[in-house]
């Protein structure tokens, strides 16, 4: 039989899962592969390595999720694609996978099973109708800070009023629009993701007239421009407005439903039914379960589950049961794509902390309703480790990725993490980074807050993320202030999207001062000469230049991956090997790394070209060395 190729050709190619020689935490876990061209239907065959056959079936997807767990035990699985006319097009290598003992049962619902027995009832998003007494009882009395920082946000939206209706696509040149846009959306975010969010929430929580009619007037002021017009999801003149409408305006609407007239919500329906709809086609029109490598599209899953349970029957309960099941595809086969079941996001710290947000009202409206929790799936449990220990909270500078430049600290995702798991490192950590001046999610409000202590926490000094190439190597790193820390880069995720041409880089801090960095600023947009020039390229990185150049830029093929990591009490190691990411211009660069506990980095490469060459070693910093 011929063999089937599973070989991704583009940055936005699934990575097929699960990966030869999984282990299944969760039982059980979906099954996707690349899809084949001219098959019609695919025959999944799963066996027992001594031969008894558990499974086989065909499906019409290039996916398949099953109904119930696993016995313990080895397994071999693989695919065969076949045409419209039943002639078998190949056949893929078996993969294999491990299902444990204490491996944790549990079996996604469908979606036409949660929309048929969902009650008619507001709110249902986030906090729904049953626990929404509960809710507000304990941030009255034990979130007191809290709501006081959401009542900043509610003062300074009554100062800034209503949002201002689109223009950039009127603007007469291209580089106008781009430049309008670029300032309009980011404004528009003040409005809507802050302002109208803020409103809605207290409202919700307090029962505010005050801030809930102005909610409502802001609901009716936006809803009255175009749904198909500059602010579509999906539109031509860019996606940032309308991400922010698919992302909040249901959820405005459910947490202040109780103050609209009956002809007000058939309009406002109406129009939240038209972003649904936008929220959908874009995801089908890109073909996102096969080619989710579109940063953007990678926000909207969340988005659409909640649309399609709170629009059900505007919608329909077929097309809702359809964009649900959907999403729930998504999230038991691949998602995330910029990770895996190590945590971290291959796009950056920056990006990891944004993007780490958009899924969780969705996942927690979902576990409320039905009990199935998505955060038992391993990449939700282990993202918080990325952020631990690749993003201290002192730290002045992030790398690797877009927004590396900038000491974000995410207290709300540490406080969310450290609540949703009782972590007290994380916990910890957000209590030294300070409540922010203003809150500007749900976030903290979805748990009570948790108090953790760290003084008999033990953690190792050193973490890998191999799924996305990353290393963190600490001296301390329960303490901070006198941690000695490098972070290193090799990727199988190549330098698209929000990553930079920088396998085998690496960055040094001491006490979250940056000592050796990843140069240049993401500004003042995505693909400006600055970031394309020189942000992203190997010169602004501590990396290995040869006869003056560098790796490929924009390139998913050049590639880099960690040979080995080892973690002892008084050292720490890791190489990469990042050969493939100079496309020719090398024939080896490994890049060995020892770390002698606190303070001594030994870095050792392993170079070899075809020819004569000179080889320039990078090392950049925000001031002189001395």
Known sequence: MKRLIQKRTSFLDVFPAPKDGSCFELNPMGFIWLPVSDASE??????????????KEKVSTHYFIPKEPFPPGDYLWTIKAIDKNGNIIGEREPWSFKVPKDSLKAVCPSAASVIRRLEDKHPILVFPWFEIE???????????EDLRLLEKNVERAYKMGMPPPPTFHLAKTEQQKRMYYQRYFINLRQYIDINLVACSLYYLFTGDRKAGNFAKEMMLHVCAWNPEGPNAVDGPWGDEPGLSYSKCLHECYDWTYDLYERRERIFIENTLVIYCRQTYRRLKNANYIARPGSS?????????????ILLRHRLGLKEAEEMLQYVLDVFNTFYPHWGDEDGGWAEGVSYGIGYNKFYVPFFTTFEKLTGYSFWNRPFYKRIKDFFIYCCPYNAEHVPFGDGQEHGRHPWELFRFYGSRFKDPMCSWIASKIGRPSTIKSVLPFLHPPYEGNIENLSLPNAKLFRGIGWAALHSDIKNPERDNYLVFKSSPFGSVSH?????????ILSGG?????ASGYYGP????????????????????????????DRDFEATGRIVDFKNEEKYAYVSGDATPAYKGKLDRFIRHILFIRPDVFIIYDDLKADRPAAFSWLLHSLEQPK
């Open 499 to 507: 990553q930079h041409a920088d396998q085998n880089s690496f960055c």
């Open 525 to 552: 947009s995505y693909g400006m000469p600055h970031h394309a020039l020189w942000t992203r390229q190997t010169k602004a990185n501590n990396c290995i230049l040869v006869d003056g150049e560098g790796q490929a």
């Open 296 to 308: 953007h599209l990678n926000r909207l899953p969340g988005y659409l589950g909640e649309q399609a």
């Open 42 to 55: 695919y025959e999944i065959r799963i066996w027992e390595r001594n031969g008894d056959q558990i499974l």
């Open 134 to 144: 509960q809710v507000r009882k304990r941030i009255q009395e034990k979130q007191k």
């Open 513 to 517: 001062r940056a000592l050796a960095i």
